[in-house]
């Protein structure tokens, strides 16, 4: 019997035995636009199956909710959405569950990094720059052009942290995209960072949920903001909101399930239904994030792939977010951020 032949015949028997005792799953997202195109993709479909009920819920990315009920062993939730920096921290932290990669079939049909040790990246997003082009005479280009009040003046919005935060500030002091992180790895290279923040804070409107952005700069807000590339492609048909891919920075977003938490085995059943190519399809045409897994790509039609960060030319001169990075200096980084912005 030839691999591919058992792991159907075992993907077949889970579903069967599943079906006989589907349990309820709580599903924690980031909400908004990325949630809607969840349900369609993923809840409802899952659901569809016979496989049990999705309980879904929102939040920020608050790891601190995690951690507590990992702590006091009161774990409600069964996946939670996160990043990939957050992903590598908890994982070392133990309070995400270990999962075996076999569980998802061959790691070659993914995105490269989508399978990590607690967690399957299930969608690939950009960090980018937006603006409204009703209101502004002059397109721009670069973080450059963000931090330049003169030539293009008004408010800008960016995201509370220092993630994604201090890449934009060194691009637009001149670090070009690929040596971000080197220099952002030194001490001189946060000062920096911070320096350039500074000139620009006056001008700042902080953002902290993805559904603010597209708001800020329809309503006249902000002329320019940082913004999840989904977002901003889910209000293009009734808006003239544009992306800027240059100096964009890409990562995962993944399923991790908390430590401890109930149902464990429906939870790493309903991951490995999520990143199914059929899934992965509905996923992305619904919301202009890449698929993690690669097969999915021949199933979208080409409008749908004009919007996705992962084409070849949208993902030029964008850089991939240094998980090890921040996974090492998040915790100080954002106490310093968090110092800096309440000054």
Not at 54 to 59: G, N, W
Not at 185 to 211: C, M, S, V, Y
Not at 225 to 247: P, T
Not at 294 to 307: G, I
Request: neutral net charge.
């Amino acid at each position: 019997m030839n691999k591919h032949l058992k792991l159907t015949a075992l993907t077949l028997g889970l579903f069967a035995a599943s079906q006989a005792i589907a349990a309820d799953l709580t599903v924690v997202a980031f909400g908004g636009a990325n949630k809607a195109a969840q349900v369609k993709a993923f809840y409802e479909p899952w659901e569809k199956a016979g496989n049990g009920k999705i309980i879904p819920a929102d939040y920020n990315g608050e790891m601190a909710k995690v951690k507590a009920m990992v702590d006091t062993k009161s774990v409600s939730w069964n996946l939670v959405e996160v990043e990939s920096p957050e992903l590598a921290r908890g994982c070392d932290e133990g309070m995400f569950e270990q999962l075996d990669p076999a569980l998802f079939g061959d790691e070659s049909d993914y995105v490269a990094g989508a399978i990590q040790p607690c967690g399957v990246g299930f969608f690939v997003w950009s960090t980018v720059m937006a603006y409204n082009a009703d209101k502004l005479k002059t397109a721009p280009t670069s973080w450059a052009d963000f931090w330049d009040t003169q030539k293009f003046p008004g408010k800008r919005g960016l995201r509370k942290g220092a993630k994604y935060t201090l890449e934009f500030a060194l691009m637009a002091d001149g670090v070009a995209p690929k040596d971000v992180y080197k220099v952002l790895g030194t001490k001189e290279g946060q000062d920096r960072a911070f320096k350039k923040l500074d000139a620009l804070k006056p001008n700042i409107q902080w953002w902290e949920a993805g559904a603010q952005p597209p708001q800020y700069l329809a309503s006249g807000d902000v002329v320019m903001s940082s913004a999840y590339n989904g977002r901003i492609a889910a209000v293009q048909k009734e808006s003239n909101l544009k992306v800027v891919w240059n100096g964009g920075i890409y990562d995962f977003d993944a399923w991790a399930i908390p430590k401890g938490a109930k149902n464990l085995e429906d939870a790493k059943k309903f991951i490995a239904f999520s990143i199914q190519p059929e899934q992965q399809k509905v996923f992305s045409s619904n919301i202009a994030y890449g698929p993690a897994n690669s097969k999915a790509v021949a199933l979208l039609t080409d409008e749908v792939k004009k919007d996705m960060p992962t084409t070849p030319e949208n993902i030029a001169n964008q850089v991939q977010i240094d998980v090890v990075f921040w996974a090492d200096n998040s915790e100080q980084l954002e106490q310093r951020f968090n110092a800096w912005a309440a000054k």
